[in-house]
């Protein structure tokens, strides 16, 4: 397309495999998260008394006894249930590591990729003014703004199109975004999108975005 190019990759399943408590200090315990996917999140518990290794270790097998392969919130809900049958310091340090674990979900979900920004600068209508560009590329820094605005392309049924004077997630006038939701299985799992200048030349944008998504869902896709 010759200007930027966003994706907003799928959401991961926040589900874990396995978690483990190693103990650092008296009261600071390290929390380590193993998801579905095989990837490994790190995070610091503190506690308000010492913690044995002993306690630590049966903690740790009866989370992944009980709990393995749910999400941290459906956790939650179960745990309440287990708290009259187990001791207060396990039950003390399970929730604690729901509560690590569900920030460590939430802080992996939803990441948008942008590339090919520069291109934006060869646009006369965008790089005529450095304060506009500026504000453009601090929203890609930020992310906030397009993150809403690919989210929203998610229920689309094919190519959206977002004006700057129109949407007030974008962050100039002079710009728009043409985007449009991948699958995987049939399945919306993200979407991708162009950024450019409000003039551009929809009708070869356009396609060129309906025919990706395409593309990268059929390649996402098993074909059996």
Request: glycine residues 8%; negative net charge; hydrophobic residues 40%.
């Amino acid at each position: 397309s010759q200007f930027a190019g966003l994706v907003m990759t799928p959401r991961r399943n926040p589900a874990f495999r396995q978690i483990e408590f190693i103990s650092l200090s008296e009261k600071r315990i390290l929390l380590i998260i193993v998801t579905m996917e095989g990837e490994v999140e790190n995070r610091v518990i503190l506690t308000e008394q010492a913690v044995s290794p002993s306690v630590l270790t049966e903690a740790a097998n009866y989370f992944n006894q009980h709990f393995a392969g749910h999400r941290f919130d459906q956790v939650r809900a179960k745990l309440r249930d287990e708290l009259g049958r187990v001791r207060d310091d396990i039950t003390r340090l399970m929730a604690a590591a729901v509560d690590a674990g569900s920030q460590a979900a939430d802080a992996s979900q939803e990441n948008v990729v942008v590339s090919g920004s520069r291109n934006l600068l060869n646009v006369n209508e965008l790089s005529s003014n450095m304060g506009n560009l500026r504000r453009l590329f601090d929203a890609f820094e930020q992310k906030t703004g397009l993150l809403q605005l690919l989210d929203q392309s998610r229920n689309a049924a094919g190519v959206q199109i977002f004006i700057g004077g129109e949407s007030e997630l974008l962050p100039l006038d002079e710009c728009s975004l043409v985007s449009a939701p991948y699958s995987v299985n049939g399945q919306v799992v993200g979407t991708l999108g162009v950024v450019g200048p409000t003039r551009m030349a929809y009708e070869r944008v356009v396609p060129i975005v309906d025919i990706t998504a395409k593309l990268l869902s059929s390649a996402l896709s098993h074909h059996g």
